[in-house]
C-alpha cells in the first residue's frame, strides 16, 4: 500500500520526513504495511469526478462513439469535471453498462453523470425524463446534458405530442 500527500508550501524537506513518519505510524497502529510515500508539491486543485453515459446502438459507427466520448470529456473540462470513465451500452435493449454506472456512482460517492443528450437516456423523451430522475434520486446529484441545447424536453401528462 502505498500513501500520497500533496504539499502546498514549499520548506526545506523536513516536513517530508515528518508527515512520512506520520504515515507510516499510523498505518502500523491500523494494521497495514505502508510501503512508500509519496509527495508532490505545489497547489491543491481537485476536480468533482463526473461519469459519462453513451448509449451507442448498432447503427452508430464506432467512429461516432469516439466522438461522443469526446463531447462528453470537453464537457468535463469545460465545466470544471474530471471525467473519470464513459459507461458504453452497446446493445439494444440491454443496460449492463446502466447498471454498472448505476452501481459505481454509488460504490464510489460520484454524484454527476454526464450525457450527450436525452435520447442516451432513452429514445423517448417521457421515459429519458424517469431515467434522469432515478439516477439523480439515487446517487443525490445530477445528470449533465453537454449539448445543453438537447436536454430533456418538457412532459406534460396528457399531452399527444408524447
Not at 46 to 71: C, D, M, N, T
Not at 90 to 103: N, Q, T
Not at 113 to 138: C, F, G, K, N, W
Request: glycine content about 6%; overall charge negative; aromatic content about 10%.
Amino acid at each position: 500500500m502505498f500513501g500520497y500527500m500533496r504539499l502546498t508550501a514549499r520548506g526545506d524537506g523536513d516536513e517530508s520526513e515528518v508527515i512520512e513518519r506520520g504515515f507510516l505510524a499510523h498505518a502500523d497502529r491500523e494494521g497495514f504495511a505502508l510501503q512508500r510515500v509519496l509527495f508532490e508539491h505545489g497547489p491543491v486543485n481537485v476536480k468533482p469526478v463526473i461519469y459519462g453515459y453513451v448509449r451507442a446502438l448498432p447503427e452508430l459507427p464506432v467512429h461516432s462513439v469516439q466522438q461522443l466520448k469526446q463531447e462528453l470529456s470537453d464537457f468535463a473540462q469545460r465545466e470544471g469535471f474530471t471525467l473519470a470513465e464513459v459507461f458504453v451500452e452497446h446493445r439494444w435493449l440491454h443496460s449492463v453498462a446502466w447498471d454498472a454506472l448505476v452501481m459505481s456512482c454509488d460504490r464510489h460517492g460520484v454524484r454527476d453523470v454526464v450525457v450527450p443528450d436525452y435520447r442516451h437516456l432513452h429514445s423517448t423523451a417521457a421515459l429519458s425524463r424517469v431515467m434522469q430522475a432515478v439516477i439523480e434520486e439515487m446517487m443525490s446529484g445530477r445528470v449533465w446534458f453537454a449539448r445543453a441545447h438537447e436536454s430533456v424536453p418538457s412532459f406534460h401528462p396528457g399531452s399527444v405530442a408524447e
